[in-house]
C-alpha cells in the first residue's frame, strides 16, 4: 500500500515562511509528477504546484515568486517552500504523486492527508 505523509505545516505571521515536507512509502516502482494542492473552508481544492520527474515545474499565479517546489527522486519526496506568506494563503496544503507500483501496474494518483497552514497575526 503506498502511502503519502506531510509535514511542516503550523501557523506563522503574515511575511514568514514555512517549509513542507511529503514523504512516500510503501511498494513504488516509479513515481511520476507529484505536486502540492491546497483547500481553504469553504473553497475547492486548487493547485498550488507541481514538479515533473524530470524536474519541470508550474505554479498557480497566486504563488509564483513567493512558493518553490522540489523533489528528491531518491527518496520519493517532495518539498513545498513558502516565502512571504500572506492570510490568503491559509489551508490545508495537500500532497499529490502519480505512482507506479510495479513496471506493468497502472499510473495511479495518490493523495497525502494534509497539513494545516494558518498564517495569521
Known amino acids: 500500500q503506498v502511502q503519502f505523509v506531510e509535514s511542516g505545516g503550523g501557523l506563522v505571521q503574515p511575511g514568514g515562511s514555512l517549509s513542507l515536507s511529503c514523504t512516500a512509502s510503501g511498494r513504488i516502482f516509479k513515481i511520476y509528477a507529484m505536486g502540492w494542492y491546497r483547500q481553504a473552508p469553504g473553497r475547492q481544492r486548487e493547485l498550488v504546484a507541481t514538479?515533473?520527474?524530470?524536474?519541470?515545474?508550474n505554479y498557480a499565479d497566486s504563488v509564483k515568486g513567493r512558493f518553490t517546489i522540489s523533489r528528491d527522486l531518491a527518496k520519493n519526496m517532495t518539498y513545498l517552500q513558502m516565502n512571504n506568506l500572506k492570510p490568503e494563503d491559509t489551508a490545508v496544503y495537500y500532497c499529490?504523486?502519480?505512482?507506479?507500483?510495479?513496471?506493468?501496474?497502472?499510473?495511479?494518483?495518490?493523495w497525502g492527508q494534509g497539513t494545516q497552514v494558518a498564517v495569521s497575526s
Open positions: 499529490n504523486a502519480n505512482v507506479q507500483t510495479t513496471r506493468f501496474a497502472t499510473i495511479t494518483g495518490y
Open positions: 514538479i515533473g520527474s524530470r524536474g519541470s515545474t
